[in-house]
């Protein structure tokens, strides 16, 4: 299993960006896992920003993202997208994507164990 994230770099404050995560070696993505995106900031742990069902097409977003990023997936392509938008230099950290077969929307690390290599995103004042 392969993810590979892609898009990530420098924004300024109230900028955008749009993350991408190829997914490859499964067999297929079937509708019963859930696709993830997680950050990780220097000196801090690793925190859940959203997550996507892809069955349901059920979503959870974290509190401090909720109204400026958004979250999907395109079926034919396998890739996951973080959509961000008014970014703030809080949001800087490097984003991992994840996918595993999770039968609730959760944003706990713990519970995912296909992980991407992850991407630098910087976001100036």
């Known amino acids: 299993v392969q993810l590979v994230e892609s898009g990530g770099g420098l924004v300024q404050a109230g900028g955008s960006l749009r993350l991408s995560c190829a997914i490859s070696g499964f067999r297929s993505v079937s509708v019963d896992y859930t696709v993830a995106w997680f950050r990780q900031a220097p000196g801090k742990e690793r925190e859940g920003v959203s997550c996507?069902?892809?069955?349901?097409?059920?979503?959870n977003f974290a509190d401090f993202v909720k109204g400026r990023f958004t979250i999907s997936y395109d079926d034919a392509k396998n890739t996951q997208y973080l959509h961000m938008n008014n970014l703030e230099p809080e949001d800087t950290a490097i984003y991992y994507c994840?996918?595993?077969?999770?039968?609730?929307?959760?944003?706990?690390?713990?519970?995912?164990?296909?992980w991407g290599q992850g991407i630098q995103v910087t976001v100036s004042s």
């Open positions: 994840a996918v595993d077969l999770v039968l609730r929307p959760s944003l706990h690390p713990g519970v995912y164990h296909n």
């Open positions: 996507l069902m892809l069955g349901s097409r059920r979503t």
